[in-house]
């Protein structure tokens, strides 16, 4: 049992730092309004960039949905690995 809890562990490790990757590239999507903000008129900027913000932003909660599934994982791997770590030394 002190083997699976050791494989429990380190797979909760594993899909913690996927979701780290994830939340990093959350916070790195970026705000690209295109060829709307360049227009000469303000109201057709400001269309520009208020499209750009929303996109960026559902892009961006897409992938903090994606760490936080993540994150919900390597939490019950994690606890599994803990517990049977536990039970491991009380059988003893």
């Given at each position: 049992?002190?083997i699976?809890?050791?494989?429990?562990?380190?797979?909760?490790?594993?899909?913690g730092?996927?979701?780290?990757?994830?939340?990093?590239?959350?916070?790195?999507?970026?705000?690209?309004?295109?060829?709307?903000?360049?227009?000469?008129?303000?109201?057709?900027?400001?269309?520009?960039?208020?499209?750009a913000?929303?996109?960026?932003?559902?892009?961006s909660?897409?992938?903090?949905?994606?760490a936080?599934?993540?994150?919900?994982?390597?939490?019950?791997?994690?606890?599994?690995?803990?517990?049977?770590?536990?039970?491991?030394?009380?059988?003893?």
């Amino acid at each position: 049992m002190q083997i699976a809890s050791i494989v429990f562990i380190l797979l909760g490790s594993l899909t913690g730092f996927r979701a780290v990757y994830w939340w990093k590239k959350a916070s790195e999507v970026p705000i690209e309004p295109g060829e709307l903000a360049e227009s000469g008129e303000q109201e057709i900027q400001q269309n520009g960039w208020i499209g750009a913000n929303t996109e960026a932003f559902t892009k961006s909660a897409d992938l903090n949905r994606k760490a936080a599934k993540f994150t919900a994982v390597s939490l019950a791997l994690s606890a599994v690995g803990g517990l049977l770590g536990v039970m491991t030394s009380w059988i003893r």
